[in-house]
Structure formats: C-alpha cells, structure tokens
C-alpha cells in the first residue's frame, strides 16, 4: 500500500525523501549559506568604507548620507524585480546572476574615482544583493524534506553571524595598512579601495560555484519539467548515496495542476524557456508575473502577505537606522567622556553634544586615523551573534519558528526602550550587542517562515515583496532620524521600540509551521 507511488508516480515529497540526505544537502547549505554570509558583508560594508572614504571623494554629512542611502534604494527596487524573475525563470539562473553582477560591480567600483559613479555602483550592489538575499532561503527549502526543512533553514543564521564577524576582520586587516596607495596623476587607490575590492570577489567565487548545482526540483515540477525535476533528483540520490542513479526508486513524478499562471496552462511550453529577447514570450512573461502579482494579493495568501510585509517593515527600519546610530552614538559617548571624565549621562544628554568642530582644519578627515574600536566593537556585536545563532537550529522544532519571532521581536523592542536608561559606553555596546542578535535572528526567521507560508509558484515573490517593505523602512528610517533625533531625542526611541512591539503582535497571527510539506 505504502509504495503505490512507484506506480503511479510520487509526489514531491516521496522523491526528495527517497533521494536521502547527505553530502548535497550539506554542500547546499555550505553555498546558500556563505551567499548569505556574502549578503551580510554587501549589506554593512559602508559602515567601513564611509569613514575610509571621506577624504578621497571629499565627502560632506550630506554625501554621506546619499551614500548610505544608495545601497538601501537598490534593495528597494531589486527585491521585487529578481522576485518576479526567480519565480518565472527559476531560482539558480537569477541567483547566480546576483552574484555576478554584485561581484563584479564591487570590483569595479573599488576603481572609480568620482562619488556620484561610486554611488550608482553601491546602488547596483544593493539591487543585485537583495535578489541574492530573496531568493537564498527558498532555494535551500525547495531540497529539503519537511522534517529537516525548518533545521536547515535556521542554521542559515548562523552564516549571517559569519558574515557580520568576517566583514570587520576584513576590513581591520585592509585598511589600517601603510604604504599601498596607488597615485597615477589624478588617479588614487588606497587600502579602502582595497578593501572594497576584496568584498567583491566572494560574489564572484560564488557564483561559479553554484553554477554546478542543480535548479530546485521543486520549482522545475512545479513548471511541468517533470523529466528535468527526476533527473535532477536521481543526481542527489548518487551524490547522497554513492550509489547508481538508475537504483533512485522512483521512476516517475505524479504531476499537479500546474498553478504558474493561467498563460501557463493555456500552453505547452515551460515558462523556464521562455526567451527575454522575443516580444512574444516577453509578453507572455510579464502575464505570469502580473498573474502570481494578482494571486498574493488575493485569498488564501493576502493575509499572510501583509502580515509579513508589515512584520518586515517594523523589524527591518528599526534594525537598519538603530544599528546604524549605535556606531555614532558609541562616538558621541566617547567624546562625552573625553571633555567629562567620570561623568555620566543619558543618550538623550549624550546626543545634545556637538561633537564637530565646525572650525575644523580638516573637515573631510584626510589627517584622521580610524581607531581601532571601530573595527573591536562591530567585532564584538557579531561575536554576539554566536549564542543565539546556535540555539535556533537546536531548539526550533521543540519551540517552533513563530515563538522564537515573537520572543526575538518583543526582547529586542525592551532593549530598544533600555536606551533611554543607557548612563556609558560600554551600557551602549552590551545593549547593541544584544539588539544585533536578537533581530537578526528575527530577519532570519521571517524567511524561513516565508518558506512555508507560500506556494512554489509565490515563494520568492512573496519573499522580494516582504524585503521591498523592509528595505522601504529602512531607507525611511536613516532618511528621516537626522530629523527626528533634532526634534527630540525620545521620539526615535518610542517610534522604533514601538515598531518592535506591532511585529512581535503581529507575529501570534503567523501559523505554525514547519509540519507539512510544501506545496
């Protein structure tokens, strides 16, 4: 009885349980792992470069800020855009093509000597990142069994730690170095050049690398490609094995309705062939995205795509402008400190100092060494990482996803509001510390959980459409705290610990997950 599905064709979840799990799964999560990683280090790598950098392109606060800002814009924009390509052409071809792009663009941008072309290379890394960051978590998903599935997808957390403790031993390693500029007439090219470079060659590297793994069998079915997904499948099955892909048990893939789109079904040609240079299939492309478009903003998926969009939104404005101040908030406490030793203060206090000297003899920082907290103290918070990042994977399927998202965002919007009680700079490390760990691990879970909530067809889309709303908030949020900080130091304070608390609320609508296979 239990083996009728040799006859008649398995379902997805009886061939990727007969395929076993083994070696590709563990290189899998290795590649989708460190992509992440790469993503994190794409993500942060300004906060080294800003400082690094002021002299050479003669930066004002303003450039500063654009520059901040154009990462940010290209997450934006790009969520959705290689959301709607991974999820009608496939997942591998648009994961490898992010990482190329943001390879080389990274690569080359540690070449350019002009801020505004240095800005618009920063913005198409955050347009290339954010597809790589999309589309990570669903193609690792799509491998797995239902009861490895949610194990896996956690230990992803543990990558972004890696990244987030790599970026700034990178950079302490780089930039501090003596003697390795480069000057040709107008021409410089200096550590942080350097060190912009560097960033750029794991993208690269990366993306060769996946070009030897299969597309998601899971997504090649769901396309109708049903000998493609079995080939694809008995290729795991010998690399878990060791054994012949003839002996895979299953010879035949029972096949669904297939659910891309209406223009899917009115045709026998797979969505994955079709090409981007003839206008007819282009038409036809663009009818699957605005179908699957259509279909996350109706019943069954509607609540669950607002609700992710809307916990997306307060985790990641919070995360991204908070993590951001903490650096120039540590600053100012060290400037504190300097003129009022053995005094302290509150942030509040602390934030009312004027730290510039608008006298200044060096106002683009060409005479300043970066001290070497800078590099110690983001060290530290991903070092911080570590605990929570274990404890995750080897507790999620005793407490599931959903209480960890709601424990993570609820903690981590009591430390928001701890600020106001902050008196030093070592109060102001432990806390950001802290704040670091628990919302990544909240990012992390929002994702793993998207997995689950959404159809094959909808995965990445709904995933790129909840990072568009994030990245939306966070591009807001460092655009307006200049502003909301200047009116009153309070308001930031409630306005993102406030935030924190509506995701952690929102988060008991979420169901549970990680039980069923995937649809």
């Given at each position: 009885m239990g083996l009728d599905f040799l006859e008649h064709g398995a379902d997805f979840e009886a061939?990727?349980?007969?395929?076993?799990f083994g070696r590709f799964h563990f290189c899998l999560l290795a590649v989708t792992g460190l992509i992440y990683a790469n993503t994190a280090i794409g993500i942060t790598i300004i906060s080294f470069v800003l400082p690094a950098a002021t002299c050479d392109f003669k930066m004002t606060s303003a450039d500063k800020g654009w520059l901040t800002?154009?990462?940010?814009?290209?997450?934006?924009?790009?969520?959705?855009?290689?959301g709607c390509l991974a999820d009608t052409k496939g997942r591998k071809v648009v994961l490898v093509s992010t990482l190329l792009i943001d390879g080389f663009v990274g690569i080359l941008s540690s070449f350019v000597q002009i801020l505004p072309i240095f800005m618009a290379c920063r913005f198409i890394n955050g347009f290339s990142v954010a597809g790589a960051m999309g589309i990570c978590f669903p193609y690792l998903g799509e491998f797995q069994q239902t009861k490895y599935r949610e194990k896996i997808l956690c230990w992803m957390e543990m990558f972004w730690t890696l990244g987030v403790i790599v970026l700034p031993l990178i950079a302490w390693g780089i930039i501090p170095i003596q003697g390795i500029r480069i000057e040709s007439g107008s021409f410089s090219y200096d550590s942080w050049n350097w060190f912009?470079?560097?960033?750029?060659?794991?993208?690269?590297?990366?993306g060769f690398w996946l070009f030897t793994f299969p597309e998601s069998p899971k997504?090649?079915?769901?396309?109708?490609?049903?000998?493609?997904?079995?080939?694809?499948?008995?290729?795991?099955?010998?690399?878990?094995?060791g054994d012949d892909p003839d002996n895979y048990p299953i010879k035949s893939l029972k096949e669904k309705v297939r659910t891309i789109s209406v223009a899917s079904q009115s045709s026998q040609k797979s969505v994955r062939s079709l090409s981007m240079r003839k206008p007819k299939d282009l038409r036809r492309l663009f009818s699957e995205i605005w179908a699957q478009t259509k279909a996350l903003c109706k019943a069954p998926y509607l609540k669950y795509?607002?609700?992710?969009?809307?916990?997306?939104?307060?985790?990641?404005?919070?995360?991204?402008t908070l993590m951001i101040w903490f650096p120039e908030l540590f600053n100012r406490y060290e400037e504190f400190e300097h003129r009022f030793p053995g005094k302290s203060a509150s942030v509040c206090d602390v934030s009312s100092i004027v730290v510039k000297d608008e006298?200044?003899?060096?106002?683009?920082d060409c005479e300043k060494i970066?001290?070497?907290?800078?590099?110690?103290?983001t060290l530290i918070v991903g070092l911080a990482c570590i605990p929570t990042s274990l404890w995750l994977p080897l507790c999620v399927h005793k407490l599931g996803a959903k209480f960890f998202l709601i424990f993570s965002l609820g903690f981590a919007g009591v430390v928001t509001v701890g600020l106001y009680f902050v008196q030093n700079s070592t109060q102001n490390l432990v806390l950001s510390c802290i704040f670091e760990a628990l919302t990544s691990l909240a990012i992390s879970l929002v994702f793993c959980v998207l997995v689950d909530l959404f159809p094959t067809n909808l995965r990445v889309m709904a995933a790129a459409l909840s990072l568009t709303a994030g990245r939306g908030g966070g591009l807001i949020g460092n655009l307006s705290f200049g502003y909301l900080i200047d009116i009153n130091c309070v308001v930031p304070i409630v306005l993102f610990s406030a935030f924190l608390f509506i995701a952690a609320i929102l988060?008991?609508?979420?169901?549970?997950?990680?039980?069923?296979a995937l649809d």
């Open positions: 061939a990727i349980s007969a395929t076993g800002a154009a990462p940010m814009l290209g997450m934006v924009i790009g969520s959705y855009f290689w912009v470079a560097a960033c750029g060659i794991p993208s690269l590297l990366l997504f090649m079915m769901e396309c109708g490609d049903y000998d493609d997904a079995l080939a694809c499948l008995k290729k795991i099955y010998k690399q878990n094995t795509t607002i609700l992710t969009c809307l916990i997306q939104f307060g985790l990641t404005t919070s995360y991204y006298n200044s003899k060096d106002p683009f970066i001290d070497q907290s800078v590099y110690t103290h988060c008991f609508f979420l169901p549970k997950t990680g039980q069923e």
